[in-house]
Every structure is written in C-alpha cells, then in structure tokens.
C-alpha cells in the first residue's frame, strides 16, 4: 500500500484547511490521518472504517471532518477552527485487513497568527 497525501501549509486561527490521502495497492479496513506535534507522541486525528463509522479525538471533534471511502481509497480531512495547538506533522495512515499499517509521508500545518 503506497499512500499520497496533500494538504497542509499555513493558515491563522479561527482558519480552515483540507488534507487529502489517495492510497494504492491492497483493500484498506481504515484510512485516517495522524498528527504528531513538537515533542509530542503521534495521535490519532480522524480516521475512517470500511463500515463507515468515523473515530475523532476529542481534542478535534466538532471541528474536524473526515469523509471518503475506504473502498475508493480516498478521504478528506477538513479542518475548522484551527487553533494553534493543531500545529503539527500530519500523517495519513491506512491499515490493511489484515491490520499491518502503513504510513505516508507527513505533511506541515503550522496555526499561526
């Protein structure tokens, strides 16, 4: 599984960004992204099943959207209300049916005034 992802760059608070990830290769049970801030561990963000249902962290529900499918292999991460400590190296994740989980490269959205 190879994964793409675009997205990502500056935006001031309050603002809104959209990231993007296309996977090839193997059928995916889940497609989300991860984030991972300065010197923090990486967090699940958003991710979607191949039943539909969609899992958040709490620090993002409300604000941040994830849609897609995971049989097009695709999902879309939009993001509202960012706030600063949204700044971070965002990473799509897909993990195949049987479970091994594959990663693409990061992408920067930096929340800054």
């Known amino acids: 599984v190879q994964l793409q992802a675009s997205g990502g760059g500056l935006v001031q608070p309050g603002g809104s960004l959209t990231l993007s990830c296309t996977a090839s290769g193997n059928i995916l049970s889940a497609l989300g992204w991860y984030r991972q801030g300065p010197g923090d561990y990486r967090e699940l963000v958003a991710v979607?099943?191949?039943?539909?249902?969609?899992e958040y962290a709490d620090s993002v529900k409300a604000r941040f959207t994830i849609s897609g499918a995971t049989y097009k292999k695709t999902v879309t991460l939009q993001m509202n209300s960012l706030k600063v400590e949204d700044t971070a190296v965002y990473y799509c994740?897909?993990?195949?049916?049987?479970?091994?989980?594959?990663w693409g490269p990061g992408t920067l959205v930096t929340v800054s005034s």
């Open positions: 979607l099943k191949s039943d539909g249902s969609a």
């Open positions: 994740n897909g993990r195949s049916i049987v479970n091994k989980s594959y």
